[in-house]
């Protein structure tokens, strides 16, 4: 992978191994031409951005062993769409972030200080 940035302008580093996440399906939240859905936010997952995803026709805690997915719970970290996670904010349901696993492309749909508000450790720098 060449490097990518996040969204603080460092090197972009894994938001999840287990369960591995990223449209690569290697830990990073990158994203790439053919990543249509653009996942690169690093979220932290919540019930209640669970419930909303799945009430828009994204459900990420039922397994789905034909793909290998084991199904999302509270607190696994996962790389979800940015117009979703700007979508979830906007009705609040926006879940935490990890900002140093969130590309910086997120920047092109979503303000840095709405991610900074949402980030995991308070960070805000």
Request: with cysteine; net charge negative; charged share 20%.
């Amino acid at each position: 992978m060449s490097i990518v940035r996040n969204v603080l302008g460092s090197n972009l580093v894994p938001c999840c191994q287990s369960p591995v996440t990223g449209f690569f399906r290697d830990g990073y939240c990158a994203s790439a031409p053919e990543d249509l859905g653009r996942h690169v936010v690093c979220a932290v997952m919540d019930e209640s951005f669970l419930s909303y995803s799945k009430s828009r026709g994204n459900d990420l805690s039922t397994p789905n062993p034909a793909y290998g997915f084991p199904g999302l719970k509270p607190g696994d970290r996962w790389c979800v769409c940015a117009a979703r996670w700007q979508e979830a904010l906007q009705d609040g349901f926006a879940p935490q972030v990890v900002l140093e696993a969130t590309d910086e492309s997120a920047l092109e749909i979503i303000s840095l200080s709405d991610l900074k508000t949402h980030a995991l450790d308070g960070k805000k720098s």
